[in-house]
């Protein structure tokens, strides 16, 4: 497969990759990255990493939301706090500095089974990025004096009940979806 760079962004990249279908004939399929080099894919290198992490994150009996503005939908959704691992790091210390950074909350990981931390595809069809979703507690007092300039967030500590009414009538992201969905039926979940 011959993949060629599109686009040099700082935090996702567009590739064309020139592939062949069933019939023999070749055709150009379209991605986004957040891999900056053509060699470094995970179409070349075969190696599932994660780009990022979700938090799943419990303080009492309540689980730790943002509701957060997003450009791509013009408005604001709700979302697990999440973030992107930086170089070299691991997924359960991104986990810990995004929930600080987020939040301002101290988040504690649960000890999980294995294979729950690794990495798993968001949207496959469209990107390469993969993420690890790691759960744990969460305490402290909320702060956003860590977020990035560009960030509009409000925290969320949301109870079973809330967490229905977002379900029913608001935006929010599938992954937090499916969590609140466990939530409002199970309550505040541990390995």
């Known amino acids: 497969m011959n993949i060629i760079k599109q686009t040099d ?4 990249n567009m590739y064309r990759a020139r592939v062949k279908k069933k019939s023999g004939k070749e055709s150009d399929y379209f991605f986004a990255s957040r891999i900056q080099d053509e060699n470094s894919l995970i179409a070349v290198t075969h190696e599932d990493k994660a780009a990022g992490v979700d938090i799943v ?3 009492g009996d309540k689980v730790v939301l943002v509701k957060q503005y997003r450009v791509p939908i013009d408005g604001y959704i709700y979302e697990c706090p999440a973030g992107l691992c930086e170089e070299g790091e691991d997924a359960v210390s991104a986990a810990i500095r995004e929930m600080k950074e987020e939040t ?7 000890d999980m089974p294995n294979g729950w931390q690794r990495p798993f595809y968001t949207s ?3 990107c390469d990025e993969a993420c690890s979703t790691i759960f744990g507690s969460a305490c402290g007092e ?17 109870d079973r009940e809330e967490a229905s ?18 939530f409002v039926k199970e309550g505040p979940f541990r390995p």
């Open 124 to 126: 496959v069809g469209m």
């Open 142 to 158: 909320i702060s956003l004096e860590n977020l990035e300039d560009g960030e509009r967030l409000e925290v969320v500590l949301c």
């Open 104 to 110: 301002g909350l101290d988040f504690t990981p649960y």
């Open 9 to 12: 962004n700082k935090f996702l």
């Open 165 to 182: 009414r977002i379900l029913s009538c608001e935006r929010v992201s599938i992954r937090c979806a499916h969590v609140l969905m466990r």
């Open 57 to 59: 994150a419990f303080a």
